[in-house]
């Protein structure tokens, strides 16, 4: 055997595989402190591109994107771009044969400009403005989802030949999740409401317009959300008004989406999502209600987001100061703008030293942000090296959804740079933002 045959399994002999939910498949880190991601040593990556620096595993969201289409293999599966978005990305998603499921002009724009198959595309929204609609249109987007009653007219007025649509409808349902990502409840802003009637009244006003082409019903009860019990029982919901539809209409929906809302591990101990559960208990309940019924089996779609990406991400920091006052303040280099997640839904997150050996005991640190808030934490009193001090670095897993697309420009700070890493090879998706950037926009 040569050295370049032995070295792979020297080194893994040396590096310990991170078993932990919260990284990517296959991170690996050794006593130096050596996190590798993607086969790349972070800490050089954080050397030569900056922090913070947002990682992003493609392999990590390929694995992902086939491990769901495998588990539900007569499913359609739309990416939820909200959680992530860029062309890479979308160009990945199409690659994998997912259809995607966007909520913007913007967000369209992104697709159409690397060529995603405009038949496997959602629009949704509840507050689509004009342009969105008119955007949609002009792509030929597959479908449309209703969610209020305005949207009815105004879409039936923009409308030439005729718009497939679903009806958004929020079926009751609590996921028991964050107050603010709970969206299967009667009190919220999305879809109409079944209990109310409100959901059979949207029925009725779509398929009184001749534009519009009713092919389904839409339920997306949240985010985040652990048990499948909850998606379950939304799911017999909607095939209930499914029911009643044909009664009422003579009209059998042939799509169901159910949407998306999958939970995934934020911290070390975390259960995993039950994907395999999941799908088995989907599939059961469709057949079940539909035989009850009387009714054809749907399509079904679901329309993970976080699932596919979170996991495949991590953030890298540097350290630009370390205060023990109250408690040991550990200060970096980001923060809200480019995670607003514990401050918006009270995430938690675990945090890593990379980069070098620590043999110090750990000791609690609370770990802020740079900006001028005092809700700028990133993680409350996590276990972090006794030593660590100023131009250390610092990981954070589970950030590769809803961070990025979240970003904010707060104390015109630029939103980082994030890079794809695969097989031993980085590849710049979406550079930092500069301050000619910031200063481009500002014409005044
Ligand atoms: C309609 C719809 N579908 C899917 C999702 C994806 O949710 P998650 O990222 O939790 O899977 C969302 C959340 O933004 C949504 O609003
Ligand atoms: N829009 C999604 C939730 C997004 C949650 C996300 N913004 C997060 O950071 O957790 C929903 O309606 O369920």
Same mark, same amino acid.
Request: proline share 5%.
């Given at each position: ?26 991170t690996t880190v050794d006593a130096h402190g050596d996190l ?74 992104v697709a159409r400009s690397v060529g995603f198959p405009a ?8 507050? %689509?403005?004009?342009?969105?609609? %008119? ?91 652990? %048990? ?94 370390? %205060? ?50 005092s809700g700028d934490v990133l993680a409350r009193e996590v ?62």
């Amino acid at each position: 055997m040569t050295l370049a045959e032995l070295l792979p399994t020297m080194r893994s002999m040396v590096q310990a595989r991170l078993e932990s939910r919260v990284w990517p498949t296959g991170t690996t880190v050794d006593a130096h402190g050596d996190l590798r991601v993607g086969d790349l040593r972070v800490a050089e990556l954080a050397n030569r591109f900056g922090t913070p620096l947002q990682l992003l595993d493609t392999t990590d969201v390929r694995r992902r994107c086939r491990a769901y289409r495998a588990a539900l293999p007569h499913a359609e599966v739309a990416y939820a771009s909200k959680a992530f978005l860029c062309r890479a990305m979308a160009r990945l998603v199409a690659d994998e044969g997912l259809s995607l499921d966007v909520c913007s002009a913007g967000e369209l724009a992104v697709a159409r400009s690397v060529g995603f198959p405009a038949e496997r595309i959602l629009l949704h929204g509840n507050a %689509k403005t004009p342009e969105d609609l %008119k955007a949609a249109l002009a792509l030929h987007v597959g479908r449309i989802v209703i969610d209020s009653l305005d949207e009815i007219d105004q879409l039936g007025a923009l409308v030439r030949d005729r718009q497939r649509v679903l009806v958004r409808v929020a079926p009751g349902v609590d996921g028991q999740t964050h107050a603010s990502i709970t969206t299967g409840t009667d009190d919220q802003k999305f879809g109409f409401p079944l209990s109310t009637g409100a959901a059979a009244e949207a029925v009725r006003r779509v398929l009184a317009e001749p534009s519009l082409g009713l092919v389904g019903l839409h339920g997306h009860i949240g985010s985040q959300i652990r %048990k499948v019990a909850s998606f379950e029982e939304a799911t017999r919901r909607l095939i209930g008004l499914m029911a009643r539809i044909r009664d009422e209409h003579g009209v059998e929906l042939p799509e169901l989406n159910i949407g998306g809302g999958h939970a995934v591990p934020q911290l070390p101990g975390d259960e995993e999502f039950d994907l395999a559960g999941f799908a088995n208990r989907i599939e059961v309940a469709v057949h079940d209600e539909c035989h009850r019924h009387g009714l054809r089996v749907p399509r079904l779609t679901i329309e993970p987001g976080r699932a596919l990406v979170a996991t495949a991400g991590v953030t890298v920091y540097r350290v630009t100061a370390v %205060k023990n006052t109250t408690r040991r303040w550990v200060a970096v280099d980001g923060g809200m703008s480019d995670n607003p997640r514990p401050a918006l839904y009270g995430a938690q997150y675990a945090v890593r030293l990379i980069g070098r050996p620590h043999t110090f005991p750990t000791q609690p640190a609370t770990v802020v942000g740079r900006h001028c808030e005092s809700g700028d934490v990133l993680a409350r009193e996590v276990p972090l090296p006794h030593d660590l001090r100023a131009g250390d670095l610092l990981a954070v897993p589970c950030t590769g959804a809803y961070h990025h697309s979240l970003a904010s420009n707060y104390n015109m700070v630029g939103r980082p740079p994030v890079l794809a890493v695969e097989g031993g090879v980085a590849r710049l998706l979406v550079r930092r933002e500069t301050e000619e950037d910031l200063l481009r926009r500002d014409v005044g």
